[in-house]
Structures are given as structure tokens and as C-alpha cells.
């Protein structure tokens, strides 16, 4: 069975500061790994993913992601945090052969950052 | 290009009630998803659609209903509403299954 694990329901870091939010996974097969944003009254928007290649993965906003097979993690990066950047992020996994494309999303990591 | 579209944005219902939330694509997707977002709980998936006629549960479709007679459209039902419906809930759509998914505002639903 799919599942995620985001362990911190809130990260806080200070404006200028380098951010991790975590994610862990469990996939049956080959994992697809994406990471979403969402600004408040709004639906998520996409980061970036992880099908496969490079380990470190760049996305949208300077945000960057490393896959670790052997840890099965995919955590979220960024090396100089805004303070826009406060919103809430969720890691979501795919198996590569689910049925329907289903995708499995973690309970969120409200980001917080302070000028 | 709109995306995905939901309507309506806000509602309440009266416990029994029954609506339809719409949501609609123009991206031609054949994938289509419901899910629904409680605080602290991630989305859940109700349901999901993997082409025009055909449908399938997700992890909680009880109370819930669905059709998709089009590529387009993929509404959502509530037949009788109860106050654990009282949710914010998403469509999303996908073509392939290396993209990741296109989500709607959202319609944020309270059953009192």
C-alpha cells in the first residue's frame, strides 16, 4: 500500500534562512514523488517532481528536492527562505502502476517564515 | 486557459440537503478526481474517473455519488448531506502518469 509521512505539522524559519520540510514514503513499485503549495483559499499548485534521472530535482520559486531511494525520502529544500513563502506544502507519492493514477498526499507542513 | 473549474465557490446546507458541486476542464483530460480536505488530514480521494462513462471509489465515497458523461464535466453529488460532509473539497484532473495534477479553487462546503 501507498502512504507519506510529513512528520512536522509546522516548520519556522527566519527570512533569509535555508528550509527543509520533510517527506517520507512507501510505494510497492517505482515511486513518482511530487511536491504541491497552497495559498490560502486556493487549490495546490505544483512545485516539483520526481519521475526519474538526477536525484535533485529543481522546481518553481528556487524550491528543490532531493530522492533518496535507500531512505525513501524526498524532502523539500529551499536555500533562502521568503517570507511569501509561508503557506501550507504537501508531498504526495505515485505508483508508477496504480490503477487510475492515483496519488497518495501527506497531511501538510504549514511553512512559517519570519521577517 | 481556465483549467479546472469548480462551482460554486461557497455553500451552506441544511443537514438533508442535496447538491451537485461542478467542475469542469478544458484540457482534455481523461483522468478526473474528487477529493475532499479536512484540516490536518491531507485530501482524500472520493472519487475518480478515468475516462468518460466510467468511474470508480476512492478511499471514502460513502455518502457520495458521481457521473461523467463527458471528458469535460465530472460533478459530484450529495444525495442526503450530514455534518461530516462539512468540507473543502477538490477536483483535480491528469493526462499522463509522470504529470502531475491540475486542482480547482476548491468549494468550501458547511452542513448545519
Known amino acids: 500500500a501507498q502512504s507519506v509521512a510529513q512528520p512536522e505539522d509546522q516548520v519556522n524559519v527566519a527570512e533569509g534562512n535555508p528550509l527543509t520540510v520533510k517527506c517520507t514514503y512507501s510505494v510497492s513499485g517505482n515511486p513518482y514523488l511530487f511536491w504541491y503549495v497552497q495559498y490560502p483559499n486556493r487549490g495546490l499548485q505544483f512545485l516539483l517532481k520526481y519521475i526519474t534521472g538526477d536525484n535533485l530535482v529543481k522546481g518553481s520559486y528556487g524550491f528543490e528536492a532531493e530522492f533518496n531511494k535507500s531512505q525513501t525520502s524526498f524532502h523539500l529544500k529551499k536555500p533562502s527562505a521568503l517570507v511569501s513563502d509561508s503557506a501550507l506544502y504537501f508531498c504526495?507519492?505515485?505508483?508508477?502502476?496504480?490503477?487510475?493514477?492515483?496519488?497518495?498526499f501527506g497531511a501538510g507542513t504549514r511553512l512559517f517564515v519570519k521577517a | 486557459n481556465a483549467g479546472v473549474t469548480q462551482t460554486p465557490k461557497f455553500r451552506i446546507l441544511k443537514i438533508g440537503q442535496s447538491m451537485t458541486l461542478q467542475c469542469t476542464q478544458d484540457m482534455n483530460h481523461n483522468y478526473m478526481y474528487w477529493y475532499r480536505q479536512d484540516p490536518g488530514m491531507g485530501l482524500k480521494l472520493i472519487y475518480y474517473?478515468?475516462?468518460?462513462?466510467?468511474?470508480d471509489k476512492g478511499e471514502v465515497p460513502n455518502g457520495y455519488n458521481v457521473s461523467r458523461s463527458t471528458t469535460e464535466d465530472f460533478p459530484l453529488r450529495l444525495e442526503l448531506a450530514a455534518p461530516s460532509q462539512t468540507s473543502v473539497y477538490f477536483c483535480a484532473s491528469i493526462q499522463q502518469v509522470n504529470q502531475p495534477q491540475h486542482f480547482g479553487d476548491g468549494t468550501r462546503l458547511s452542513i448545519l
Open positions: 474517473s478515468v475516462g468518460a462513462g466510467i468511474t
Open positions: 504526495a507519492v505515485r505508483d508508477e502502476g496504480t490503477g487510475g493514477f492515483k496519488t497518495i
